[in-house]
C-alpha cells in the first residue's frame, strides 16, 4: 500500500496523526472553502443590523437596515443625481453597519447622526445626498446585530409590540364596559327621587335664567308623574362590584385603572412565570367573569335566576383559551446552557398544560461534547430534542431557528406570539467562544446550512394535518441532503476551477477550535487522487472499502487552498445529522417514504389497468343518455291518491283564503302554511270552495266523504280540474 | 374578542321563541293579499334566526304594507309618508346593534319616498328593504302607483293610466353603491323565504322587491305569471340561492346567473313577460355607510358636552 494512503487511512480510522507529514490545524486559522468569500460581514449587504420597529401599520416589528435604506433610495435616488446620491447612502450604510459590529447600539437616527457627519465633512455632495435621505428617515427603533443578545432583545421587542396591542383593544372593550355601567347606575339614580330633586335639577341646569324655573314645582311634578322603577338592591350592588372589578385590574395599563401598577409579564425563569400565573389566576378568573357578566348587564340580559348560579362555578376548570385571549401572555426568556434539572421540568410542565406563555430557549452551543466524556460526540442533540421532542405534545407553537434566519421568520415569529396556547422558541445564537473569530451570523448561517440547527415551524393553529402545520421552508436547497454551493478557484497553474460543494456538518464542526483533532492538514507535495472530497464518502453507507481518504477543502488566511482530511468519527456524525435531517424533511413531506411508496403502488396499478382497458367502442349517444337529469325517478314526487284531499303545503302563500271559510278543516302549520288539520270538520261544499278560492290553485278536495252530502253531483263537476 | 366556553354556556341560556311569539294581532289585510304571505316569511325568518323581539325593528311608511309593523311583536315605527327609511338609517345610526327591516309599499317608496330611496341605495347601511309591490295605492282604493302597468284604470286614471311603469329593479341597479338587489313573488313561498333570508344575512342595504297580488284593487293583474309557471325564472347560482328539487318541478325555467354580474342583472331585471325569481346581484365588499362614520370615541358625557361646546363656540359672539 501507498505509504501516504497508509498514513491518512489511519488518521481516518484512529484520528491519530502517525506521520509527521500530516500537520495538525491548530494555529492554521483555517475555514471551510466555502466561507472564503465572507471574511469581513461589513462590506456586505445583508439582513443584519436589524432595526427593532414599533407603530407600523402592518404591525410588523422589524425592519432589516439595508431594507429601509432600499425604500429610501427607491424614493429620492431619482433623475440625474440618482446613482450619486445611491452611491453615497450606500457607503453611509456600510458605515452604520461597521459601527454596530463594533458595539455601537442605540436608536437608527442616533447612529445615523454620528455616521453622517463624519462621511460628509468633506465632501458638500455626500452631505447633501445624506441630508436628503436623512429627511426620508421616517423609521426609528433600536438597532441590533446578530449577536448573543439579539435574540432576547429581538424576541422580547416583538413580544411587547403584541401586548401593546392586545392592551390597546382591552382598553377600548374595559372603557366601553365601564361607560355603559356607569350609565345604569346614572340613570337610576336620575330616576330616583334624589335625582328629582330640586337641588340636582338646579344643578343639572348649568347657568342661565334660573329665576324663571319653578324647581321645586317641577321636582313635585317629576316625582309624582313618572313610573318608579329603580334598580333592585342586588342589580345595583352587583353592577358596582362589576365596576370595580373592571377599574381596579392591574393586567393591562388602562386609563380607568387606579393608581397601582400593571403586573409585570415578562421573566428569566420558569419557576418566577408559573409562580406569578399561579397567584394571578383567581384575580384572572375574577376579570374574565366580571366581562362575561357585565357584557350581559349592559344588554339588560342578565337574569339572576339563570345566570347566578352559572357565574357562581365560574372558572372552576380555568379558564379556556378564548378567555385567556383576552389577557397578556406570559414571556420567559432562557438559556438552554444556564437549565438546572428543576428549571427542565418547569419548562417541562409550561409547555405541556397549555399555559399562555411565550418561551425562548437560546443556545450558544450546538456541537457540545456529550457528558459521557471520551469523545463521546451528541452534536446538536441536546438543543435539537426540545424543539423535536414539543412537536409531539401537538398543542405547542413550536420555531426552530438560528439568530441569523430570525429576520426571514419573523411573520412566523408573529403567528407564535398570536398563537393562543404556548408557545416555544428554540433559537441557536451562534455566539460561541471557540469559532475562531467567525461572526455569530456565520456560524448560525452555517447551522442552518449543514443541517446542524435546521430552521421549522410547527403551527397546531394552522390546519389539522402536518402539511398545515409543519413548514421547512427557510431551509436552503430543502430536497436534497446537504445544500450544494458554487466554489471557484484558481489551480496550482492558474487555471480557473469551479465546483458544486456540498455544505456538511463537518464544514460546520471545522468552525470549532474544540474539534480540531479531528483534522489533519495534508501538505501540498502530499495531495493526490486518494483524497476524496468529504460528500462523497458521507453519502457512502458503512465504511466501504479502505482506498481513500475524505478531505474537506479549506482556506488559510490568505485564501490559500488546503485539504483537510477528516476521521471516521466526524464522518459518522455527519450521516447522524443527515438521517436526522431525512426525518425532518419526511414531517415536511420532501421525500416521504409513505406517499413515495403510495405513488409507486398506485402508479404500478394504474399501468395495469391501462393495459388491460380495451379501446373505447365509437358509439354514437343513446337518447336515454340525453335525458335531463332533473327527471330521476327518485326525485318524483310519491303520486297521490286522488281521492285524497290534501294541500300542497310548501306552496301556500298564506293567504287566509281557506282558513276564512273553515278554520277547523284548514289550518296553519309551524310555518304558517295550510293544510288540511281535520277533513271531516266541514263539508265536500267547503273543500271544493277552497279550492276554487285558492289562487295558487293547491288544494285538491279529493271525493266527498259523505255519500248523502247535497248537491254532490255538482260538486264533484266543479272538483275535477283540482284532483 | 374569540367565542369562548363561558359565551357557548350563556348561549344555552338564550330564549328560543316561537312563531307565535313574534305575531301581534290579526292582520287587517284583505284574504288574498300578499301581505300576508310576507308576513308569514318574516316570521319565520324571526323565529329561525332567533332574532330577539326587543332588538328588532320594523319601520315602515303609509299604505297597505306599511301596517306591517303593527303584526310583529317587535319594536316598530309606522312613519309618515315616504319617510320610513330615512327613520330606519338614523335608527341604525345611533343603535347599530339592532337589526333592523323596513317595509314599503310602490307608492310609498317610488313616489313621495323616491329621493331617499335613491340616497338609502348609496349610504348601503345595513337594512333589509321590502318593497312590497303591488302596483297599486290600495290603502286610499285604488290610485295608479308609479309601478302600476300602463293602461291601469283606477281612480286618478279612469281611462287608463298614460305613463309606463317605472321598475324598482333597475333604477335601484343604477345608483352609487347598490349591494343586494332581489326579486320575489309573494305567490312562492318557499323561494320568497330564501330571498328574504339572504336579504337578512346580507351585510348592507338589502333591497328586495315583492311583487304581490292586490285581491280587492287588480285581482287579476299578476293572473298570467301566477298562473302560467314558465313565465317565473328562477335565478340560481353556487355563490347565491340554490334550487330545491321540489321547486325546480314545478318552476321549470331556470337560469343561472352569477350575482356580481351586474350588466346581466341590468338587462335580466329589464324583462317584463317573464318574471326574473331570486338574487339580481350582490356585492359584499361595499362599505356602510354606518360602518365609516365610527370614530371608535367612547360617547361619554365628556365628550358629548365638549363637542356641543365646540359647536356652540362657533357661533358665539
Known amino acids: 500500500m501507498d505509504a501516504d494512503l497508509q498514513t491518512h487511512i489511519a488518521f481516518y480510522l484512529t484520528g491519530k496523526r502517525a506521520s509527521s507529514h500530516l500537520l495538525a490545524v491548530d494555529g492554521l486559522k483555517l475555514r471551510p472553502a466555502l466561507f472564503s468569500n465572507y471574511r469581513d460581514l461589513t462590506r456586505l449587504r445583508y439582513d443584519f443590523p436589524l432595526v427593532l420597529v414599533s407603530d407600523r401599520p402592518d404591525g410588523g416589528f422589524v425592519e432589516s437596515l439595508s431594507g429601509l435604506i432600499d425604500a429610501i433610495l427607491d424614493k429620492i435616488a431619482r433623475g440625474d443625481d440618482g446613482e450619486r446620491i445611491r452611491k453615497h447612502v450606500l457607503r453611509l450604510e456600510q458605515e452604520i453597519r461597521t459601527r454596530v459590529a463594533k458595539g455601537d447600539r442605540g436608536l437608527l437616527s442616533a447612529l445615523w447622526d454620528q455616521a453622517a457627519p463624519v462621511l460628509g465633512k468633506d465632501d458638500k455632495l455626500i452631505a447633501d445626498s445624506l441630508s436628503r435621505a436623512r429627511a426620508n428617515l421616517k423609521i426609528d427603533g433600536d438597532v441590533v446585530d446578530c449577536d448573543a443578545s439579539m435574540p432576547y432583545h429581538l424576541l422580547s421587542h416583538a413580544w411587547a409590540i403584541t401586548q401593546t396591542q392586545r392592551a390597546r383593544k382591552f382598553g377600548k372593550d374595559i372603557n366601553r364596559l365601564v361607560l355603559k355601567l356607569s350609565d345604569i347606575i346614572k340613570a337610576d339614580f336620575v330616576n330616583s327621587d334624589a335625582g328629582k330633586s330640586a337641588e340636582n335639577l338646579r344643578a343639572s341646569f348649568g347657568t342661565g335664567p334660573m329665576d324663571s324655573f319653578n324647581f321645586e314645582a317641577m321636582s313635585r311634578i317629576l316625582i309624582k308623574s313618572t313610573p318608579k322603577k329603580n334598580l333592585s338592591e342586588s342589580r345595583r350592588q352587583r353592577v358596582q362590584n362589576l365596576l370595580s372589578v373592571l377599574q381596579n385590574q392591574k393586567f393591562f395599563p388602562t386609563t380607568t385603572a387606579q393608581a397601582e401598577a400593571p403586573y409585570s409579564f415578562a421573566f428569566d425563569t420558569c419557576s418566577d412565570a408559573l409562580k406569578a400565573y399561579r397567584e394571578r389566576l383567581p384575580k384572572a378568573i375574577e376579570l374574565a367573569k366580571a366581562i362575561a357578566m357585565a357584557e350581559l348587564e349592559i344588554k339588560g340580559e342578565y337574569s339572576e335566576a339563570k345566570h347566578d348560579a352559572l357565574f357562581e362555578s365560574f372558572g372552576e376548570n380555568g379558564l379556556d383559551a378564548g378567555e385567556l385571549a383576552l389577557l397578556p401572555d406570559y414571556l420567559v426568556r432562557l438559556n438552554y446552557g444556564k437549565l438546572t434539572g428543576a428549571e427542565q421540568s418547569q419548562l417541562n410542565e409550561i409547555l405541556a398544560v397549555d399555559l399562555p406563555i411565550k418561551i425562548l430557549v437560546q443556545t450558544d452551543d450546538v456541537i457540545e461534547e456529550s457528558p459521557l466524556g471520551h469523545g463521546h460526540l451528541a452534536f446538536a442533540l441536546r438543543s435539537r430534542q426540545l424543539a423535536s421532542m414539543t412537536i409531539g405534545i401537538n398543542a405547542v407553537f413550536v420555531l426552530q431557528s438560528p439568530a441569523s434566519s430570525l429576520y426571514q421568520l419573523r411573520t412566523q415569529i408573529q403567528s407564535g406570539l398570536d398563537y393562543s396556547g404556548p408557545a416555544l422558541f428554540s433559537v441557536f445564537s451562534g455566539a460561541a467562544s471557540t469559532t475562531g473569530g467567525l461572526s455569530p451570523y456565520l456560524i448560525g448561517a452555517a447551522a442552518l446550512e449543514s443541517r446542524v440547527f435546521p430552521a421549522f415551524t410547527f403551527d397546531p393553529s394552522a390546519g389539522r394535518d402536518w402539511a398545515s402545520r409543519f413548514s421547512l421552508a427557510k431551509n436552503p436547497q430543502a430536497e436534497l441532503d446537504w445544500p450544494r454551493c458554487g466554489f471557484a478557484y484558481e489551480d496550482a497553474s492558474n487555471q480557473a476551477v469551479s465546483e458544486q460543494i456540498p455544505f456538511t456538518l463537518i464544514d460546520f464542526v471545522a468552525c470549532d477550535s474544540r474539534y480540531s483533532k479531528h483534522f489533519a492538514c495534508v501538505p501540498r507535495t502530499h495531495w493526490n487522487a486518494i483524497l476524496t472530497p468529504v460528500g462523497e464518502t458521507v453519502a457512502q453507507e458503512g465504511r466501504g472499502q479502505l482506498d481513500s481518504v475524505p478531505c474537506l477543502m479549506m482556506v488559510d488566511p490568505d485564501n490559500r487552498l488546503q485539504k483537510v482530511i477528516v476521521d471516521e468519527k466526524l464522518i459518522r456524525e455527519a450521516r447522524r445529522c443527515r438521517s436526522m435531517w431525512n426525518s425532518l424533511q419526511e414531517l415536511g413531506g420532501i421525500h416521504n417514504s409513505h406517499a413515495e411508496k403510495l405513488l409507486a403502488s398506485e402508479k404500478k396499478a394504474w399501468e395495469d389497468a391501462a393495459q388491460h382497458i380495451a379501446p373505447p367502442a365509437t358509439v354514437a349517444p343513446t337518447a336515454a343518455a340525453a335525458t335531463p337529469a332533473t327527471a330521476t325517478p327518485a326525485e318524483q314526487e310519491a303520486e297521490r291518491s286522488p281521492d285524497e284531499a290534501y294541500i300542497e303545503t310548501a306552496r301556500c302563500s298564506t293567504c287566509n283564503e281557506c282558513t276564512q271559510i273553515n278554520n277547523k278543516m284548514f289550518a296553519y302549520d309551524g310555518n304558517k302554511q295550510a293544510y288540511i288539520a281535520d277533513v271531516s270538520a266541514g263539508t265536500y261544499a267547503q273543500l271544493v270552495e277552497a279550492a276554487e278560492n285558492c289562487q295558487v290553485s293547491i288544494i285538491h278536495p279529493g271525493k266527498p266523504r259523505n255519500p248523502n252530502e247535497a248537491g254532490l253531483e255538482e260538486l264533484l263537476k266543479r272538483a275535477e280540474v283540482f284532483l | ?317
Not at chain 2, 348609496?122 to 308609479?146: C, E, W
Open chain 2, 1 to 317: 374578542m374569540k367565542s369562548s366556553a363561558t359565551d357557548c354556556l350563556l348561549k344555552l341560556y338564550d330564549e328560543q321563541h316561537g312563531l307565535e311569539d313574534y305575531q301581534s294581532g290579526v292582520p287587517r289585510w284583505c284574504t288574498g293579499c300578499g301581505d300576508n304571505a310576507i308576513l308569514a316569511a318574516v316570521q319565520r325568518l324571526c323565529r329561525d334566526e332567533g332574532l330577539r323581539p326587543e332588538k328588532t325593528v320594523f319601520v315602515s311608511g303609509i299604505g297597505c304594507s306599511s301596517r306591517f309593523p303593527h303584526y310583529m311583536k317587535t319594536y316598530g315605527f309606522h312613519g309618515i309618508h315616504g319617510r320610513a327609511l330615512p327613520v330606519a338609517e338614523g335608527i341604525k345610526m345611533v343603535r347599530p346593534d339592532l337589526t333592523v327591516f323596513v317595509n314599503t309599499g310602490d307608492g310609498d317608496c317610488c313616489s313621495i319616498g323616491a329621493a331617499h330611496w335613491i340616497h338609502a341605495i348609496r349610504y348601503n347601511m345595513n337594512l333589509t328593504v321590502f318593497l312590497h309591490d303591488n302596483q297599486i295605492y290600495g290603502l286610499t282604493k285604488k290610485q295608479a302607483s308609479p309601478t302600476s302597468p300602463i293602461g291601469t284604470k283606477s281612480n286618478t286614471t279612469p281611462r287608463g293610466s298614460y305613463l309606463d311603469a317605472l321598475n324598482p329593479l333597475t333604477i335601484t341597479l343604477g345608483v352609487a353603491n347598490a349591494s343586494f338587489v332581489a326579486q320575489a313573488v309573494d305567490w312562492i313561498p318557499e323561494s320568497l323565504f330564501d330571498i328574504v333570508k339572504a336579504a337578512y344575512h346580507h351585510q348592507g342595504l338589502s333591497f328586495v322587491r315583492i311583487l304581490q297580488r292586490c285581491p280587492e284593487w287588480l285581482p287579476k293583474s299578476l293572473d298570467p305569471w301566477m298562473q302560467d309557471p314558465d313565465r317565473i325564472q328562477l335565478l340560481h347560482h353556487e355563490n347565491a340561492l340554490h334550487l330545491s328539487p321540489g321547486l325546480a318541478k314545478v318552476y321549470k325555467n331556470h337560469l343561472v346567473h352569477d350575482p356580481m354580474d351586474m350588466n346581466r342583472a341590468r338587462e335580466i331585471s329589464g324583462h317584463e313577460d317573464i318574471i326574473p325569481v331570486g338574487i339580481l346581484y350582490q356585492n359584499r365588499e361595499i362599505p356602510r355607510y354606518e360602518e365609516t362614520r365610527q370614530t371608535g370615541v367612547l360617547r361619554t358625557t365628556e365628550t358629548v358636552r365638549k363637542g356641543f361646546e365646540a359647536e356652540l363656540d362657533k357661533y358665539s359672539v
